[in-house]
């Protein structure tokens, strides 16, 4: 009987914190909510997602609510909660992470007045765009300074799952890092997760004790590059700045900036002009950007600007041929870029990276 | 290879599982099932975050990541020893209770970083190759550690005290019969339980990854509580799970970085499987099981006068 009652008012109180939210304000406003995979004071991906709610927020003021449901678990749950704010009146949602995909195209499905916006995903529909930043262009970056840097010619890299955007990444920074230095490898350590600090840091330990002297991680927590300050090696800030932890030891960050994308898009739904699209921004509209070039010689950084200038202009791509794959065999000829198709559906290492791609 | 600083990780990783899992034990022991100690851990990261990184002494943050797991502590002992509340339910709203507050506190402290705990470096001693870095390079929280389940151990199996809170666990109509002060009991052993997840705690946010970051215990509470069932209450195979689990979770990351073609996926499952596998085969043998487990475990006490 006890525990009914404990429980009843767990829920209750559950969702009633999501429909308070909901139900605040009136048909007049805009309301825009947006569902989190991490907290948002993971100080990388998540609090970049919200720092572009808070620019909606800032531009359209008491004209549009927004809200967040952070920590949501891919799968199954994040059905749940998608359709939860789908069906307490939302006209705008944001997902923010790969594993949103599926349940984000089923609700859209339900709730067809209702706007979606899924983030790194490649399935659109009605009411339903993608949009993603081209960070393999900063990953790309971060791989020449690596090269320059690199005593042991080895970069431990801290992964997540094995997606074709982390793979993208990984292939992004060797092919820079080799562009350099034809020596360059890369170890990769899954830690199947996107956010677990401790797990994130043991990860960036094992690289450094294997022999790795720069670390760059595609998870969301500062600890692999924390480990690095204090192994007093170097490394790179995923998604934020993340400079305040490591001030010896960070190189630059590949910052994320969706404020103009959210804010854009918010002002379209306001508008009645929204319409379906599949957007992927870089360097060039800002959506990708880097953090000042820090802790290396004068040379290093001016050759880092010009290769960010390089591809902002579309003088350099990062996928420019020729580009081997781990057996040897080219897979994209000189004088050729890799196409969309092969760069949103990456599934294979390039030369020079250790070990095999998990299937 | 070199292979001390592979087993200086593990210690590191292995270290809050100590401390939490010898917490839980003393208060399962007692007879009380705290499933809190998530909640309680992330609390006590906070608070030790939060003092050490205003104060700059990491002492102070030691302490207080203690004081704030005891205070998480009393709030479950009030709830399920004075009001007879059930004991899973509050456990489990405590850890959710403790996710919010710690994340509530912790806003101000994101983006903080701190200086990790400092090693106790022995001259001389510390210099010896291999035993030198880890036996007496450790820092304060690591030896504390094996101090409190050390001291555990002694407690429950010498001394009368700790005779009474087995006793209290095992039969509490017994024991309350024989005058003991039951409840008084099960408070001290569940407030014991906080302090100890509050050093879990505070270890993670001042040495592991010294920083504060919402949720950074990922589930290490709910290990420390699988811990003491593996253990089957044993101190000893506290320890002995406890290092176990963070070997297996660090050689794994290892594994990857050689180059051993197991699926990653499968590595990061297998601190779980060992888990589920050794309390398989401890179970097999129910004596044994039987003799261990505290007979009154999350059973509410009602003092008949």
């Known amino acids: ?359 | 290879m070199d292979f001390v600083p592979v087993i200086l990780t593990v210690i590191t990783a292995s270290t809050p599982l100590l401390f939490a899992a010898t917490g839980e034990l003393v208060t399962e022991k007692s007879g009380v099932l705290n499933l809190g100690v998530e909640g309680m851990m992330l609390v006590g990261a906070i608070a030790a975050f939060a003092v050490a990184s205003t104060t700059g002494s990491g002492l102070a943050g030691i302490v207080a990541g203690a004081a704030a797991g005891t205070v998480m502590a009393s709030v479950f002992a009030f709830l399920t020893l004075t009001m007879l509340a059930n004991q899973v339910a509050t456990g489990l709203a405590l850890t959710i209770f403790g996710i919010g507050i710690s994340a509530l506190i912790g806003a101000g402290f994101v983006g903080f970083a701190l200086e990790p705990l400092p090693k106790l470096a022995i001259p001389v001693i510390s210099d010896i190759p291999v035993i030198g870095p880890i036996l007496f390079g450790q820092d304060i929280l690591v030896y504390l550690s094996f101090v409190m389940i050390l001291a555990v151990a002694w407690f429950l199996s010498r001394t009368r005290p700790g005779l009474i809170l087995k006793a209290v666990g095992e039969s509490h109509d017994s024991a309350h019969a024989l005058g003991y002060p039951v409840i008084a009991i099960r408070y001290a052993a569940v407030l014991f339980g906080g302090a100890m997840s509050g050093l879990a705690g505070a270890y993670l946010s001042l040495a592991y990854t010294p920083l504060w970051a919402e949720n950074m215990t990922a589930g290490r509470g709910w290990i420390a509580l699988a811990l003491v069932v593996f253990a089957t209450w044993r101190p000893g195979r506290v320890v002995l799970g406890a290092y176990m689990f963070g070997a297996i979770t660090i050689l794994q990351l290892h594994a990857q970085g050689w180059g051993i073609e197991i699926a990653s996926q499968f590595m990061s499952m297998l601190p779980y499987l060992a888990t589920i596998l050794v309390l398989v085969l401890i179970s097999r043998d129910k004596t044994k099981i039987r003799l261990n487990a505290p007979q009154c475990i999350g059973k509410v006490f009602h003092a008949a006068h």
């Open chain 1, 1 to 359: 009987m006890k525990r009914r009652t404990v429980f009843k008012a767990l829920a209750s109180a559950l969702s009633v914190g999501i429909l308070a939210a909901g139900m605040a304000s009136a048909s007049a406003q805009t309301k825009v909510g947006f569902v989190y995979v991490g907290p948002i004071g993971d100080h990388g991906w998540t609090y970049r997602h919200d720092q572009g709610r808070l620019a909606i927020e800032k531009e359209f003021g008491d004209k549009v609510k927004t809200t967040f449901v952070e920590s949501v678990k891919e799968g199954p749950d994040s059905e749940r909660v998608i359709r939860q704010l789908a069906a307490s009146g939302h006209d705008l949602i944001f997902t923010t992470s790969f594993g949103f995909m599926n349940p984000t195209i089923k609700v859209a499905k339900r709730f067809p007045n209702v706007k979606f916006e899924h983030a790194t995903g490649y399935k659109q529909d009605k009411n339903v765009a993608t949009y993603s930043g081209r960070f393999y262009e900063g990953r790309y970056i971060a791989g020449v300074i690596a090269g320059k840097t690199s005593k042991t010619n080895k970069i431990g890299y801290v992964a997540s799952f094995p997606i074709p955007e982390v793979v993208r990444g990984i292939n992004a920074f060797l092919l820079g890092a080799r562009s350099v230095n034809p020596a360059m490898s890369i170890s990769v350590v899954w830690v199947n997760s996107w956010y677990d600090p401790g797990k994130e840091g043991d990860a960036a330990k094992a690289l450094i004790d294997q022999g790795a002297d720069i670390i760059t991680q595609h998870t969301d927590s500062p600890a692999p590059l924390q480990v690095a300050e204090n192994r007093g090696v170097k490394g790179f800030g995923q998604a934020s700045d993340m400079e305040h932890f490591a001030p010896k030891a960070q190189l630059s960050a590949i910052i994320d900036d969706w404020n103009p994308y959210y804010v854009e898009r918010t002002r379209a739904v306001i508008d009645g002009t929204w319409k379906s699209q599949d957007v992927w921004y870089g360097l060039k509209e800002g959506m990708v950007q880097m953090a000042p070039y820090k802790n290396m010689p004068a040379d290093v950084a001016k050759l880092a600007k010009e290769t960010e200038e390089a591809i902002r202009s579309g003088k350099l791509h990062p996928f420019a041929g020729p580009i081997k794959d781990q057996s040897g065999k080219v897979v994209v000829e000189a004088g050729k870029v890799a196409d969309a198709g092969m760069l949103l559906g990456m599934n294979f290492y390039v030369e020079g990276v250790e070990g095999s791609l998990p299937k």
